[in-house]
């Protein structure tokens, strides 16, 4: 069954900026408010980590990321117990999370992505650099996977408190433990996030009211993970827009949003802008004599 996913981040029309106003000095992403500002609510799609797996780590790209998808990284009353304070700059509404809390969760998402295109590919070669079997001078044995920030053990001899049976693996092999590793970290990380399933009333369309199961994230990097999850489960493909906007879609029938198989863009706008890029290109290439000579 497919999650209805409700996530209602919100996003400031005015913008974000970097400030370093808080106690212990560490920059942070707040955003711009003022008297009646306009507040949009993001619309997180299932391709969203992805893009934000692709995220430049720096303020800009880290700024350009939350301009589209919002600042709540997580939930900051959650965390400090002091949510939207104004943090006495005037316009400037919050803490906000610290530069490295958003390279840490983009760094995450990162790796997170790596294995799963490494599992989808079938890269057996790149995942052996990941996928480790180990045994130890006792004889006990063991597959971990050894990633860039976090190490697993997968599966163990000894032991199976909270991994996996070590006799459902054939020794040696790699696919099938990346996909438990991948596995264990998307569940890790949905454990640690805070996801309340609640009932809802909902018309879709017809007259009575029906109820549904939705999810509701509390904030990006949930709703993040929830989409990766999802599109897993679903065995979505999922394609990079060519207008360079960053953003991915899927293509697999059935999936929310999916776009047709051939398409290379993720929205009529994106395809609009393609098309004006490729005409453009066209251009030049038939009209050389414009060119400016040497
Ligand atoms: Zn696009």
Redesign the pocket.
């Known amino acids: 069954m497919e999650a209805t996913i409700l996530y209602q981040g919100e996003v400031s029309e005015l913008g974000y900026q970097w400030t370093t106003n808080g106690r212990d000095k560490e920059p942070r992403l707040a955003a711009i408010v003022e008297e009646g500002c306009l507040i949009r609510y993001a619309d997180v799609q299932p391709g969203a980590f992805l893009t934000f797996a692709d995220v430049e780590p720096t303020k800009d790209g880290i700024l350009r990321f939350a301009s589209e998808y919002g600042h709540e990284l997580y939930d900051f009353d959650f965390l400090s117990g002091r949510s939207r304070l104004n943090n006495g700059q005037p316009g400037v509404w919050g803490y906000g999370a610290t530069l490295q809390a958003w390279q840490d969760a983009v760094a995450d998402m990162r790796e997170g992505v790596n294995l799963w295109r490494g599992v989808k590919a079938r890269d057996l070669e790149g995942l052996k650099e990941v996928i480790k079997w180990r045994e130890n001078k006792d004889g006990s044995k063991w597959v971990s996977y050894e990633g860039k920030n976090r190490q697993d053990i997968v599966a163990h001899t000894a032991y199976h408190r909270n991994a996996v049976e070590y006799s459902t693996l054939r020794e040696g092999e790699v696919l099938l433990p990346a996909r438990y590793a991948l596995q264990r970290l998307i569940n890790a990380r949905l454990e640690g996030l805070k996801i309340v399933p609640h009932l809802t009333m909902m018309r879709d369309g017809q007259t009575e009211l029906e109820q549904r199961l939705l999810f509701q994230p509390s904030n990006l990097q949930a709703v993040m993970w929830l989409r990766f999850a999802e599109v897993l489960a679903g065995g979505w493909e999922m394609r990079k827009?060519a207008?360079?906007?960053?953003?991915y879609f899927p293509i697999t029938p059935g999936a929310p949003g999916a776009r047709r198989a051939d398409s290379v863009?993720?929205?009529d706008?994106?395809r609009q802008?393609l098309k004006q890029q490729n005409d453009e290109t066209q251009k030049h290439k038939k009209s050389p004599q414009k060119r400016t000579s040497r």
């Open positions: 827009c207008a360079g906007c960053g953003r863009t993720c929205s706008k994106c802008r």
